[in-house]
Structure formats: structure tokens, C-alpha cells
């Protein structure tokens, strides 16, 4: 018979309900994590691209700004009036007030010379010819210097104008303070990894980064950066094995380069809380239909499994009976073609035996021979005829008798019969009658028989000292009586147990048993609509049950 | 006491002719038939008081002979023997008016008795006629 393999059953339905219920949740929630990130690094980009440019433009507009007031005020003054030591001191006070970012303003002659210095360093005798910036200024008219230490040793900036009036020409100089003009930049400096700084053309730090670096230092950038462009270049970069979000820019007043880093890890924090939020929830809803799955699986596996278990026993029961039913006929065919010979021979031997009352047979010497082989034949016909008879009995299909029976009762009377051949073995009968049973209509003669049986077959079992417990309840939900007869005999081995209801079946020698009772039993309870289960353990005894429907 | 005249109806040649052999012995008119038609054949021709009468047969079976020698001769005793022991063709031949339904092997004495007892009954029921 196929049986189905349940464990494989159970494990295949399992992984194709989770396959098919998990496989979409997990690509839609990936998908959504996926566009849902993109659009934020968008956000984010887009974010620090406006960030790049308008911090560029402050700084342009703030270098604009300064070189506009030095132009206005050269263009103010003449010659005279700039190179007055004491005049000069004056504007630069007064620019102070309303301009914090000035350190000193100095006013130098195309010699190099200072004519007139207003600020707190000493640098009157100091010439300037030789200077890089000097050059510049008197080529171009108007210069920002990098930042550089300069003659104070001291990094700094300096915006430069040239004024030309008439034949006279003169610059002048005003020095920013450099540590005024990195606060402003690094007012961008975001969140906890956030940063910016200036590098000029040569990847020299012009302000001091937030992390590693100092003004005037080179830099190394994890980008490369091209010849002056427009615009803001935005990009997502992993320096040190973390990821950092770089914004850089050109400034328009100087070759100066703006480049501001932002820590996406920061700045995606929500993103991140969100993205945990729905893990959370994805891993609620896994477990959920994980849980779900394996429970209605198993208990529909579970289900299944009494289902074939049932239908097993009943084609065990069905085939059982379609042995008996099989057997039965042949028994009888089997029986009618033997008897008619029997009858025959019966017949013979009778004729013989008339034929021998004559005189002149009884005179012939062998007369007690013959009459003695005559007599066997007989005797033997009549052995033979024992077994066909009981195979025509074995096969008779008669109406029982029904009749309300009291199990109990009946399981107490039968056991009467055997009770001195139990005394005798030292076998101890417990009885574990219940009382008030609900009657079952039955053939009590038949019913005796089988229970007769059942006894017998466990005091044989038995042998000598031993126990032979019987037991009869009630099972209201199946509404079914059952009689139960556990001895401590030999046990029955597995491969025996199987055929202990056939017919002619013995462990018995022969002429000890004819095989026969377990199989009438089992036809008898049958035709009552009962069953009859079996179970044994060699060594330590067995148990039959006999079940019976309790009557309506 | 005069003794019953017995047909025997039976397929089984050996067995027939032994049983007429020494039915014969012991002072019986014994006649027999291989099968149904030819039991009814000879009924025509001659009075029997009992048939003894085979169920399972070739051709028209025990049953089927009993009833037509219950239609036709209704004086004759029919004794149904069988080897095969069905119970719904004994209590059939039985309700049919069959006198006594026995098993084979039987046992002669047996036998004996209720040809005995049927041949009483004949002549009972044919006394009240």
C-alpha cells in the first residue's frame, strides 16, 4: 500500500506557503527600502549642492564686499591725505567699528616702501618691493593674497588696491584676520562629522578643516578636482572604510576651492530609524507567517496522517473481511467436494461390513483383519468428516440470535467455565467488571464463544502461574463497549500477529488446535458490528480488546 | 412390518449403487436415479414411498427435482442429503415439504431412522386421507 511520507509532506508545504507569502514581502520591502534611500540621497545631494553654492556665494560676496570698500576708500583719498600716519589711523578706526574682519591697513608707495601704516604691528621700515603679492598688485590693480605668514609670521590674507593719481601711484593694503575668515567659513561645519574648508590651486589649506590639517597645509583630497568649473559637484565617497557626502565649488573672486563634507550616516538618521522601524516590523510579520505556516501545517499534516491511519486500518478490516468472505466459500466447496467421496467410502465400508454378517465370510481366516481394517476405515471417515463439518460450520453464515446483553455479566459467567482449569495452573483471574454497562444487542452464545475463546487462548498462552486480568468499560463518545483480556503468557511475535485471524492458523500442534476459534471470533464480532484488536509484547503477555457497539 | 420402496437420487454412480446394494440387504425395494429427470422419469413408471435426494447435482439440481416431486407425486417423502451444508438450502427444502435434511459422510444408521421416520409420516398423512 502507499503511504504517504509525511515529514517530506510537511516540510515541502512548509517551504512553498513561506516561499510564496515571504518572496513578496521581502522584493516589495527591499523596493521600498531601495527607492525610498535613492530619493533620500537625492534629497540629501540636492541639499548640499544648495548648501555648496550659497555658502560660495557668501564667501564671494564677502571677498566682493571688502575689495569694494578698499576701492572706494583709495579712490577717496589723495596722496597727501593716504600717506598722513595720523589720517590713516583714523579711517582704519573708524573701519573697525563697522568691519570687525580688518587687522591693519597700510599704505606703500610703488618703492615698496610703507608711506603710512595704521594697526597693531611694527612694520613701517619694512619693504615690500620683493614680494610676490607686490607684483600682482601693481600688474593687475587689485589682489588676494592666499593665506601665508608673511613678515609677522603669522597666517594671514591680504586685499591690495591699486590707486593711480595723476603721476603718482600708491597701494593700498589692508590684512584680514584669517581666524575672523574661517569662523565665517566654518559656520557650515554640520552635525558631529561634518566639515569645510578652502584649498587654493595647490590643495593648500586655507582655513583649517575640523579634522586633520592646519591652515597653509596640503590636503589631500579623496576626490580629484578639475580645472575651475561652474557650479557644484556633488559626490558620495568612502574615505577610511566610512562613507561621507563631498560638496565642492570654485570661488569666483579667487582660485580658492570650497569644499564642504557632510556624514550621510548623520544626516540619514531618520532614514535609518525609519528603515529599522519596518526591519522591526518585517521580522513581526515573518515570524508571524512562519508561526502561522508551521501550525496550519502541522495540524493539517496532523489531520492527513489519522486519515490515512484510519483508512489503513479499514482496509486492513476490509481486506480481513474479504479473506473471511473468500475463505468461507472455498471451505464450503472445499468440504462439499471431500464429503461426497467420504460418503462413498463410508458407504463401502458399510457394504463391507453387511457383507460380512454372511456365514461363509465370518468362516474365512482373515475375518478379524478385514473386520479391524474395516472398522479403521471408519473410524477414520468419521475424523475426516469432524473437520469438513467444522468447515462447513466455519463458512455457515447463520442469523445470530439478538438479544439485549449484559457484557459484563456474560464475561463473568463464561469465565465460570474455565475456573478449575485456571485453579489448576495457578493462574489468578483479576476481573475489572464494570458495573451498569449499557447493554449491546448481541448473540449471547456467540458472543460466549468468542470470550471462551479469548480466555482459552491466554490460560494456553499462560501456561503455568501467571495472570489473566479482564476488563470491560464504557466509551460514551464512541458509544462502544469493550471487553479486555490482558494475560503475562509468551506474547505473540510481530510477524505472527498478523496472521493470527486466518483461518487454519495454529501455533498449536497439530491435532492440539484446528486454527479456527480466532478466526470465528473475528467473523462472530464482526457480523456485530465490533472489532477486535490485538497487541502483544513477546515475553511479557498479550492483550485482545473486543469492542462492541453498545445498542441504541 | 412392511418395508419402505426408496428411489435414491444421486449423481455419485458408486455411492447410489452402495447405498441401494445394502438398502436392498435389509429388506428395502431400492431403486436409483443419476439425475433429477431420470428420478422423475421412473416415478412416473413406478410408486416410491421415500426419495432420497441429492441437492447439489449437474443439470436440474435437489431443489428443483424436490419440488416438482411435491407437485406431482405429493405422497412421496423426499429426504434432502448433501455434502455441501448450506443452511438457506435446508431451511428452502425444509419449507419445500422435505422430510429431513442430512449431511454426508452420514452415518447408515442415521439414515435408516429417518427413512423410517419419513416412511411413518407417508403413512400417517396417507391414513388421515
New interface residues.
Given amino acids: 500500500m502507499k503511504t504517504l511520507d509525511f515529514k517530506r509532506l510537511r516540510f515541502v508545504i512548509i517551504l512553498f506557503t513561506l516561499g510564496f507569502s515571504l518572496l513578496p514581502l521581502l522584493v516589495l520591502g527591499l523596493g521600498v527600502k531601495q527607492r525610498f534611500s535613492s530619493a533620500y540621497q537625492d534629497a540629501l545631494q540636492g541639499s548640499l549642492r544648495t548648501l555648496v553654492e550659497s555658502k560660495r556665494n557668501a564667501i564671494d560676496l564677502f571677498l566682493t564686499e571688502r575689495m569694494a570698500q578698499l576701492s572706494t576708500l583709495a579712490s577717496a583719498l589723495t596722496y597727501e591725505e593716504a600717506a598722513d600716519r595720523e589720517n590713516l589711523e583714523r579711517l582704519f578706526t573708524q573701519m573697525q567699528t563697522t568691519s570687525r574682519y580688518y587687522i591693519d591697513l597700510g599704505v606703500i608707495g610703488l618703492d615698496g616702501n610703507h608711506l603710512a601704516y595704521a594697526g597693531p604691528y611694527n612694520l613701517g621700515g619694512i619693504n615690500y618691493k620683493n614680494e610676490e603679492w607686490f607684483a600682482k598688485v601693481v600688474a593687475k590693480g587689485v589682489y588676494i593674497s592666499d593665506v601665508f605668514m608673511g613678515f609677522r609670521q603669522y597666517p594671514h590674507i591680504i586685499i591690495a588696491v591699486l590707486r593711480r593719481e595723476g603721476g603718482k601711484s600708491w597701494i593700498l593694503r589692508a590684512t584680514i584676520d584669517s581666524d575672523a575668515f574661517e569662523s565665517f567659513v566654518k559656520r557650515v561645519q554640520m552635525g558631529r562629522k561634518g566639515d569645510a574648508f578652502l584649498i587654493n590651486d595647490k590643495h593648500m589649506l586655507q582655513t583649517k578643516p575640523r579634522f586633520g590639517g592646519n591652515v597653509m597645509e596640503d590636503m589631500e583630497l579623496p576626490f580629484r578636482v578639475d580645472t575651475r568649473f561652474s557650479g557644484a559637484r556633488v559626490q558620495d565617497l568612502v574615505v577610511n572604510h566610512r562613507r561621507y557626502l563631498y560638496g565642492w565649488t570654485w570661488i569666483e573672486n579667487k582660485d580658492w576651492l570650497l569644499v564642504i563634507r557632510e556624514d550621510p550616516e548623520e544626516e540619514l538618521r531618520p532614514l535609518f530609524e525609519a528603515e529599522h522601524l519596518i526591519w522591526i516590523v518585517l521580522a513581526g510579520g515573518v515570524a508571524l507567517i512562519i508561526a502561522g505556516t508551521v501550525l496550519v501545517t502541522n495540524s493539517m499534516v496532523r489531520r492527513l496522517e489519522n486519515a490515512e491511519r484510519e483508512k489503513a486500518n479499514l482496509d486492513a478490516n476490509l481486506t480481513q473481511s474479504g479473506k473471511m468472505a473468500a475463505l468461507g466459500k472455498m471451505a464450503a466447496g472445499v468440504a462439499h467436494e471431500i464429503n461426497n467421496p467420504l460418503a462413498i467410502i463410508r458407504e463401502q465400508a458399510g457394504w463391507i461390513k453387511d457383507l460380512m454378517e454372511e456365514p461363509e465370510v465370518k468362516a474365512i481366516p482373515q475375518f478379524k483383519e478385514i473386520s479391524d481394517s474395516v472398522h479403521r476405515i471408519e473410524h477414520h471417515v468419521e475424523r475426516a468428516k469432524n473437520v469438513t463439518h467444522r468447515m462447513l460450520g466455519f463458512a455457515r453464515r447463520m442469523e445470530p440470535v439478538m438479544q439485549a446483553v449484559d457484557v459484563s455479566k456474560l464475561l463473568a459467567e463464561t469465565v465460570q467455565f474455565l475456573k478449575t482449569e485456571a485453579l489448576l495452573r495457578n493462574i489468578d483471574i483479576r476481573h475489572n467488571l464494570a458495573d451498569n454497562l449499557p447493554t449491546t444487542n448481541s448473540d449471547p452464545t456467540q458472543l460466549q464463544q468468542v470470550f471462551l475463546n479469548l480466555i482459552d487462548n491466554a490460560i494456553d498462552a499462560i501456561g503455568k502461574n501467571g495472570q489473566l486480568s479482564l476488563t470491560t468499560s464504557y466509551d460514551s463518545s464512541r458509544h462502544e463497549i469493550s471487553a479486555v483480556f490482558t494475560d503475562t503468557g509468551c506474547g505473540i511475535p510481530p510477524e505472527t500477529l498478523n496472521n493470527i485471524f486466518d483461518p487454519f492458523f495454529t501455533t498449536k500442534k497439530p491435532g492440539e488446535g484446528t486454527g479456527l476459534g480466532l478466526s470465528i471470533a473475528f467473523g462472530i464480532i464482526e457480523k456485530l458490528g465490533g472489532r477486535i484488536n490485538v497487541t502483544s509484547t513477546v515475553g511479557e503477555g498479550t492483550t485482545f480488546t473486543v469492542i462492541i457497539p453498545a445498542s441504541v | 412390518m412392511v418395508q419402505a420402496r426408496v428411489l435414491v437420487v444421486d449423481d455419485?454412480r458408486?455411492?447410489n449403487e452402495?447405498?441401494v446394494?445394502?438398502l436392498t440387504?435389509r429388506g428395502f425395494y431400492a431403486e436409483t436415479a443419476l439425475s433429477g429427470p431420470a428420478a422423475l422419469e421412473i416415478l412416473s413408471r413406478q410408486a416410491f414411498d421415500v426419495a432420497l435426494l441429492d441437492i447439489?447435482m449437474p443439470g436440474m439440481d435437489g431443489i428443483e427435482v424436490l419440488r416438482e416431486v411435491k407437485r406431482r407425486y405429493p405422497g412421496v417423502e423426499v429426504i434432502l442429503l448433501?455434502?455441501?451444508?448450506?443452511?438457506e438450502s435446508g431451511v428452502q427444502g425444509m419449507s419445500m415439504g422435505a422430510n429431513a435434511y442430512l449431511?454426508?459422510?452420514?452415518d447408515?444408521e442415521e439414515l435408516l431412522g429417518a427413512i423410517a421416520q419419513a416412511y411413518e409420516r407417508k403413512i400417517i398423512v396417507a391414513g388421515n386421507d
Fill in positions: 455419485e458408486d455411492f452402495t447405498i446394494k445394502r440387504r447439489m448433501t455434502g455441501h451444508a448450506s443452511v449431511i454426508k459422510p452420514v447408515f
